[in-house]
T-cell receptor
Framework: AQKITQTQPGMFVQEKEAVTLDCTYDTSDQSYGLFWYKQPSSGEMIFLIYQGSYDEQNATEGRYSLNFQKARKSANLVISASQLGDSAMYFCAMRELLRGAGSYQLTFGKGTKLSVIP | DTGVSQNPRHKITKRGQNVTFRCDPISEHNRLYWYRQTLGQGPEFLTYFQNEAQLEKSRLLSDRFSAERPKGSFSTLEIQRTEQGDSAMYLC?????????????FGPGTRLLVL
């Protein structure tokens, strides 16, 4: 069974500073994918960034980057130059193959609540 | 707005009543997923459709839960004889497989409160 661990229930960061949100995962699959989603108080899950297990370079999307350390099974999200609008819940998720269905489900961690301080 | 939409956004019901939620995926997406999110947790996978075929439903929480996608476009999730433990956010996601892979895009969710 796969497992996603986010050890930081809450984090604070000063506006314009960088912050790292931790995520570790557990899988026996060789091929897997890792995602980060942002969930504001409105409830919608917003896709931020994706990292494939065979990708040689760390993924980047604007102010978001993923610090992927395969041997440590970690996929930390780095947000640079934090903005007030970054205050939200952040979820790390892993792609888990739905055997026989030809697709996959996402298995999520419990999330980290990020608060950006002016 | 061309994103995933869900209706209603909020639903309050009494225990024992039936409820139905609707999800309209992004128009070109052929894959559709339902998740449930309880307070303080990440979303939990419930079921998956490819076009109109429900290819995975073993994770539905009980036989009171059912989902349909009759024409391969919108989907409905029904909960019969609701219980207080069904109170949660119900999220729908859709995706399209491309050469770049597959990313699930979520709707705003339906918040259910069972009294």
């Amino acid at each position: 069974a796969q497992k996603i661990t986010q050890t930081q229930p809450g984090m604070f960061v000063q506006e314009k500073e960088a912050v790292t949100l931790d995520c570790t995962y557990d899988t026996s699959d060789q091929s897997y994918g890792l995602f980060w989603y942002k969930q504001p108080s409105s409830g919608e899950m917003i896709f931020l960034i994706y990292q494939g297990s065979y990708d040689e370079q760390n993924a980047t999307e604007g102010r978001y980057s993923l610090n992927f350390q395969k041997a440590r099974k970690s996929a930390n999200l780095v947000i640079s130059a934090s903005q007030l609008g970054d205050s939200a819940m952040y979820f790390c998720a892993m792609r888990e193959l739905l055997r026989g269905a030809g697709s996959y489900q996402l298995t999520f961690g419990k999330g980290t609540k990020l608060s950006v301080i002016p | 707005d061309t994103g995933v939409s869900q209706n209603p956004r909020h639903k309050i019901t009494k225990r024992g009543q039936n409820v139905t939620f609707r999800c309209d995926p992004i128009s070109e997406h052929n894959r559709l997923y339902w998740y449930r999110q309880t307070l303080g947790q990440g979303p939990e996978f419930l079921t998956y459709f490819q076009n109109e075929a429900q290819l995975e439903k073993s994770r539905l929480l009980s036989d009171r839960f059912s989902a349909e996608r009759p024409k391969g476009s919108f989907s409905t999730l029904e909960i019969q004889r609701t219980e207080q433990g069904d109170s949660a956010m119900y999220l729908c996601a859709s995706s399209l497989v491309t050469r770049a892979g597959e990313t699930q895009y979520f709707g705003p969710g339906t918040r259910l409160l069972v009294l």
